[in-house]
């Protein structure tokens, strides 16, 4: 079976395909880095729909998520955006831990594995 | 491919089939929150257990695991537990890392991938 | 579909094969323990291509990895060697963080999943 990358650099790929399965890089937010956790969860959302519609998928098919806060007490402020955004019932598994991130703007980032459509 | 879901909620579900893998979502101690990390990780494999065997798996079919532990210092007290409970010979990948966790309570969390049987 | 581990012992096996999917522990250095992050790095993608031999792969079928630093200043540090590693444009998915690990000699691990040639 091939593997198909997108948004392939020589760090790393957005994204992953191999089979049936998905994988995102962690998503950090593009333009609202420093911005609040609000505007930076909304804004990492949007880019693993944008993601996973390239890769022939879409959040209601995602398998497991793993979330890193810079700081745990924003949990429940990521936690309002990620349940107005996903599809109640077709919940992926999860975790969501501390971490600091590659930069002090990023206050949160998201990883998802995902399965194709 | 279907995708199939156990304990699904607003926010995540609590295993996540797809073919023949199975993705937990991160467990937490339900009732041993607040007491040591022993009795925390004695009942959070009981869940996996659990999990597992509702979605058609065991503990001798875990693939990967990563452990959070919110002091690395008890990382020697949260092993006593595990290899009592895993099959020798038949460990999964696995990775252990400090991480602050969703609440103070919580001192251990586990989230695994397993192959169904 | 049978598991195959590499390097099993009564905690975890360094590398699973389900199919055709490879998952390997974190892998932390062996005999850099306690050296720089440059010195670490290496040696750990060294055991990252040896296990994956042994498993049917290559660095070129990674298909995501996360690396834990417990120091995030290292990030660029670390990259340097990573990406002098892998092959631009055959980049797995990646997420970075920061998190203390099982021992201080420890300042970087990598978990990686792949896919088998």
Redesign the interface.
Known sequence: ?A?V?FD?????????V????I????QVAETKAGHSVTEQTTEILGQIDALLARAGSDKD?I????I?LTD?ST?EEM?LV??SW?T???????????????APQYTV?I?V?A?RK
């Open positions: 079976m593997i990358r392939s650099g020589p760090r790393m790929s957005q994204a992953v191999f089979g049936q399965m994988f995102l890089a962690g098919h398998l497991s998520a793993t890193y745990i949990f936690n990620w349940e996903v109640p019932d077709l919940t992926p598994a999860r975790a969501t831990v501390e971490a600091k991130l590659a980032e990883q594995t399965a």
